[in-house]
């Protein structure tokens, strides 16, 4: 049987370290991809350890040609990429007075433009092959949530909102499902930073004003993206799914 392909933008810590390891379990040949080098090869190996089969590459996701390599290299040595999760992202703390063009493009250019690029390399052979899912992770914050001092990053992640629409819509019919998975409170690095999100004591704190009264973890977000690129999710493309535990439709 031919094997599953899988690629990972920032798999080596938080969601996407989740998503490769349940790609993994499920038999895909996983991509593990980061700028963070010991944390990539430390999940590979965690996979091969567990009997699966992974494979680390040091991946910018602002560089639009090692994208490219990546998924080139996937598709010579596999005969294609089957699922893309564009992954990525930074959540910088900057009040507006502060808000450059700089620190606006970077967040930018990794959250939005990353998994653009990501889908970008993809499509063609996607197209080709007449199969393919790109999910993007999106946030909270890109649909329902206000969050301030992150206007560049609420932006982004909007902005993939729009992003899988138009793509799920120019895909479909070459049997290409676009979807994206917008978590909410996730135990990660991201969420724990004092400096740039709420640190531990305000995410735990946060925790009883959660419908399903915990934080999120990692494996709760992979464990959707894995069903949407799932033959489960065969119909659905274009759609976001939330993934924070009822935070966003909480009344009172
Ligand atoms: N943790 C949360 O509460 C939460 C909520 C909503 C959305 N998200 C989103 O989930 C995704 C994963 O975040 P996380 O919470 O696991 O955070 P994290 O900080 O643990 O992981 C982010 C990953 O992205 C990688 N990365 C950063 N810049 C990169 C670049 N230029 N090229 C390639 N990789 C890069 C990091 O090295 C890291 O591996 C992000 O897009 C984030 O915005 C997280």
Redesign the pocket.
């Known amino acids: 049987m031919e094997e599953r392909t899988v690629v990972i933008?920032?798999?080596?810590?938080?969601?996407?370290?989740?998503t490769a390891i349940a790609f993994a379990k499920q038999g895909y040949v996983v991509y593990v991809?980061?700028?963070?080098e010991r944390?990539?090869h430390e999940v590979v190996q965690q996979i091969e350890t567990q009997g699966g089969h992974a494979v680390f590459r040091k991946?910018?996701?602002?560089?639009s040609t090692a994208v490219d390599a990546v998924i080139q290299e996937i598709e010579k040595e596999f005969g294609g990429v089957d699922v893309v999760v564009a992954?990525?992202?930074?959540?910088h703390r900057v009040p507006l007075e502060q808000m450059t063009d700089a620190k606006w493009d970077l967040t930018n250019?990794?959250?939005l433009k990353?998994c653009f690029r990501m889908a970008r390399a993809a499509a063609p052979r996607m197209r080709q092959r007449k199969k393919g899912v790109i999910i993007a992770?999106?946030?909270?914050?890109?649909i329902t949530y206000g969050w301030g001092e992150h206007v560049h990053?609420s932006a982004a992640?909007a902005g993939i909102l729009g992003l899988i629409r138009g793509l799920a819509a120019e895909l479909g019919p070459d049997g290409i499902r676009v979807s994206g998975v917008?978590?909410?409170?996730?135990?990660?690095?991201?969420?724990l930073?004092e400096e740039h999100?709420m640190g531990q004591a305000k995410l735990d704190a946060q925790a009883s004003s959660i419908p399903l009264q915990r934080i999120?973890e990692?494996e709760d977000?992979a464990d959707v993206i894995l069903f949407l690129a799932s033959d489960a999710a065969r119909y659905v493309t274009g759609q976001t799914i939330l993934v924070d535990g009822g935070l966003t439709i909480r009344q009172g």
């Open positions: 933008s920032g798999a080596g810590i938080g969601i996407g370290r989740a991809t980061d700028i963070l944390e990539g991946l910018d996701v602002t560089d992954n990525a992202g930074i959540a250019d990794i959250d990353g992770v999106s946030s909270i914050s890109g990053y992640k917008a978590p909410g409170f996730i135990r990660t690095a991201q969420s930073s999100s999120g990692p977000v």
